[in-house]
């Protein structure tokens, strides 16, 4: 998985590059003010780099080198990673279909909800296509297309409430991405760290509420300056359509405790769902000749997008 983010953010890049759209290629950190969350941030450091990942531990002076928005009494250090870039998903979204119908020819059928789908075959309301291959990117729809095979696949749904500030100062910057130290219990990846083990427990005892609503505190800027802040994390096939305040409020008094931002005025909010597996990222399924389902079954699916993408094709020989 790891390698597969790697070659997705190399074609994200070059997306981008040729697109003209806006992306600030930062890095990140992983910011500890416990003990605790420093045994993993540097654990991690050790382990991780045996695996290919490409990351260090600073300590408080170096991590303050990195960025001035986080709080400086009590900052042990920081796992800093140089990899990660930031875009606006609502910006490249909405731009990337003009780009790929100007450059590469690209045709998008809007407002055409897919009916029905056989061998090399599909059908909306207004048309009945023909394709070399029909790939199924579902995301957390699981009732319009093979139903039946869907429900044997033990997914379910994850609703995440995401908070985004009013513009900061032109004068000023949050840096590398920022996570904290509730982060390192949310991610797989930091499992391999014996030392996760008191972090957990240690949550657990303290504030149980973020256990309770699956909380951990990341913030990151777009090119408006605007400062998004996430997340939360409710599992269950009924979304509730309904945000709870009490759950934002419990990320922006976490966040106001260690993120130091001009304005923490929050402008919108609003929620996303995705598709959950127990165990898998990514489902794969073969529901006929022709018709690849492929879905990311957990919360990296912008991430994984164009590396799934290549890899799917290649799998069906439509690339080298």
Known sequence: MHRQALRSREIWLELLSEAGLPYLAVGSLHVAYREDEAAVGREFAERGSALGYECEWL????????TSAVRREGLIGALWSATEITVDPRLVISRIPAFLTERYGVTFHFNSPVKEVDAYLLRTNSCRCRADMVVVANGDDFQTLYPELFQKQGLTRCKLQMLRTVEQPEHWALGPSLAFGLTFRHYPTFSICDSLAALKARVARETPEFDRWGIHVMASENSSRQITLGDSHEYGLEVDIFDKAHVNDLILRYAREYLRVPDLTIAESWHGVYAKHPDKQVLRLMPAEGVRVVTVT?????????????ETYREVGLIQ
């Open 298 to 310: 957990s919360g990296i699916g912008m991430t994984l997008s164009f590396g799934l993408a290549e």
């Open 59 to 66: 300590d408080a002076r170096r991590t303050l080198e990195r």
